[in-house]
């Protein structure tokens, strides 16, 4: 199929639908209101439903029921509204209800900003809702993966009868490129024999709430089943990409677009002789754990690089690596990430280790 | 790797000038990424977009040291100016800009009064039609003929050729030109 161009944002829609989904609930937040805007006019054209809600809160809510209804469905917000999703998250969780979340990062606490972002790290990979849950979280570097990722995602959730996570961020959203869309899919909503439907007379009632209330040793088995399914997702869905990691004396850990900041970094430290490599995680949940253990013996040192104050990935390093190097962290807020800084800072590294 | 910023103001077609050029990008299988300024944007106010163009793999989308600043506004020269690299070439849309307005002696400066163009052309949305083939006739990076038909593609995919297109982009070319 040809290439068209795309704006990540809209060619991630897209792909949600060629996936097969056919239910958005959600509100607009900048710079995740293209989605919402382009399944506005284009779910009608294949068939769906996509519902502007009345806040996030309706907009998983709904995402909730739709998903308990079998269809395959979408809710995508960005920063603030990601927070207002989170007990939807947990209440999808506890239901074991597969759906697609997706976050739009931006900067800052509370209104923040529109501005570019990694801020949502910690809600990302530890939940932000309460309980004991852990969501897969992927996390694109461009609109090509985007379209790749979410196209998978849906399966991905039916998989393990769980949300799936995407996080991108307001670069990857609003920047436009080259993208190859995949096949159009439909998603038959009884696929699954647990997804609700009219009740027959003489059937069985089903229901979705707290799984464990389907049980009949009254949910003694759960902890096991749930240590069972999260490790299962950690053992089996890691994914990452290495690059030029097998000679690097510092490895940057990377995701979304600063693992492509990261990425000119390699070529221009490369030139002047340093050899810097990039361990970039796909999935921020199972952190890929894997990546590391790869890493050779001349590595000093590691450098966390994220677009936040706090580099929120750096404990997740530090335990991939199981201690046993240095891990510092350069981040940014208001100024976009610099490969520049990014060479300058490995140098530095490279005359104290 | 080629790194182009062109700015102006909303309303004034800078983001469709980047889009004509990534769009070029694409057909000829190259990497290429358009990043544009968000959010607070509206006509009159100011308007932006990065554009990336490679061979190599997914590199950052943003725009460090420019090869080619394409400016509508003098505001974007302001902003931009000091970013552009050694040698490279800034596109100044004269008619909106001051006269005795000084310049960095270390790179190559356009002037085109692409707003009085486009009104002698009856082309009023045009003038970043002309700026950019103004471009295309300043810039050794790229060849004025494959730029034309790369326009008139891009267009004619959105079905909406107009041939006052090429009429613009010709007289961006020849203004450019002269000042070589």
């Given at each position: 199929m040809a290439k068209v161009l795309m704006k990540g944002n809209e060619a991630l829609a897209e792909s949600c639908l060629r996936a097969g989904c056919r239910f958005f609930s959600g509100y607009?937040?900048?710079?995740?209101?293209?989605i919402l805007e382009y399944l506005c006019w284009r779910m009608d054209e294949v068939g769906g439903k996509c519902v502007q809600t009345e806040s996030e809160l309706a907009g998983v809510n709904m995402l909730l029921g739709a998903a308990a209804g079998g269809?395959?469905?979408?809710?995508?917000?960005?920063?603030?509204?990601?927070?207002?999703?989170?007990?939807?998250?947990?209440?999808?969780?506890?239901?074991?209800?597969?759906?697609?979340?997706?976050?739009?990062?931006?900067?800052?606490?509370?209104?923040?900003?529109?501005?570019?972002?990694?801020?949502?790290?910690?809600?990302?990979?530890?939940?932000?809702?309460?309980?004991?849950?852990?969501?897969?979280?992927?996390?694109?570097?461009?609109?090509?993966?985007?379209?790749?990722?979410?196209?998978g995602a849906f399966d991905l959730a039916e998989k393990y009868r769980h949300p799936v996570l995407i996080a991108t961020d307001a670069t990857i959203g609003q920047m436009i490129e080259p993208v190859e869309l995949p096949e159009m899919k439909e998603h038959d909503i009884d696929t699954y024999d647990w997804a609700l439907?009219?009740?027959?007379?003489?059937?069985?009632?089903?229901?979705?709430?707290?799984?464990?209330?389907?049980?009949?040793?009254?949910?003694?088995?759960?902890?096991?089943?749930?240590?069972?399914?999260?490790?299962?997702?950690?053992?089996?869905?890691?994914?990452?990409?290495?690059?030029?990691?097998?000679?690097?004396?510092?490895v940057m850990v990377a995701y979304g677009?600063?693992?492509?900041?990261?990425?000119?970094?390699?070529v221009r430290a490369r030139k002047e002789g340093?050899?810097?490599?990039?361990?970039?995680?796909?999935?921020?949940?199972?952190?890929?754990?894997?990546?590391?253990?790869?890493?050779?013996?001349?590595?000093?040192?590691?450098?966390?690089?994220?677009?936040?104050?706090?580099?929120q990935m750096k404990d997740d390093v530090i335990l991939a690596t199981g201690n046993k190097l240095p891990v510092e962290f350069y981040g940014e807020y208001w100024d976009n990430m610099s490969e520049i800084k990014i060479v300058e800072i490995a140098k530095e590294m490279l005359s104290k280790y | 790797m080629i790194e182009i910023i062109c700015s102006g103001i909303g309303g004034q077609g800078v983001l469709?000038?980047?889009?004509?050029?990534?769009?070029?990008?694409?057909?000829?299988?190259?990497?290429?990424?358009?990043?544009?300024?968000?959010?607070?944007?509206?006509?009159?106010?100011?308007?932006?977009?990065?554009?990336?163009?490679?061979?190599?793999?997914?590199?950052?989308?943003?725009?460090?040291?420019?090869?080619?600043?394409?400016?509508m506004s003098e505001s974007a020269i302001d902003t931009f100016e000091e970013r552009l690299k050694p040698g490279g070439v800034l596109l100044v849309n004269s008619s909106l800009v001051s006269k005795d307005r000084k310049y960095r002696d270390d790179i190559k400066v356009f002037k085109v009064p692409a707003t009085e163009i486009a009104n002698e052309l009856d082309n009023h949305r045009g003038t970043n039609i002309i700026m950019?083939?103004?471009?295309?006739?300043?810039?050794?990076?790229?060849d004025e003929d494959h730029v034309r038909a790369g326009m008139e593609h891009y267009f004619g995919k959105k079905g909406k050729n107009n041939p006052k297109n090429v009429e613009a982009f010709n007289a961006g070319v020849e203004a450019a030109q002269a000042q070589k």
């Open positions: 607009p937040i900048t710079p995740q209101t293209e269809m395959r469905a979408l809710t995508t917000t960005s920063g603030p509204g990601f927070s207002l999703k989170q007990e939807g998250i947990s209440y999808l969780c506890g239901s074991d209800l597969p759906a697609v979340i997706v976050d739009v990062q931006r900067i800052g606490d509370a209104l923040g900003d529109i501005f570019m972002g990694q801020g949502d790290y910690w809600q990302l990979t530890r939940g932000g809702g309460h309980g004991d849950y852990r969501t897969i979280v992927l996390a694109p570097e461009s609109v090509q993966e985007s379209v790749d990722l979410a196209y439907k009219p009740r027959e007379e003489g059937e069985p009632q089903r229901a979705i709430w707290n799984r464990y209330w389907d049980w009949e040793d009254g949910g003694h088995k759960y902890p096991a089943y749930c240590l069972e399914k999260y490790g299962k997702m950690e053992a089996e869905e890691q994914r990452w990409e290495s690059v030029q990691a097998d000679d690097a004396e510092i677009t600063s693992a492509r900041v990261a990425k000119s970094a390699i340093i050899k810097l490599g990039l361990i970039r995680p796909i999935t921020l949940w199972p952190f890929p754990k894997k990546a590391f253990d790869e890493l050779g013996g001349q590595v000093k040192a590691i450098l966390d690089v994220e677009r936040n104050i706090l580099g | 469709v000038a980047g889009m004509v050029l990534a769009d070029i990008a694409m057909e000829d299988g190259k990497n290429v990424s358009w990043y544009p300024s968000y959010g607070f944007e509206m006509r009159g106010g100011a308007a932006n977009c990065e554009v990336k163009i490679g061979d190599e793999d997914l590199m950052s989308p943003y725009c460090l040291e420019p090869d080619i600043l394409l400016t950019l083939g103004a471009l295309a006739g300043a810039s050794d990076l790229y």
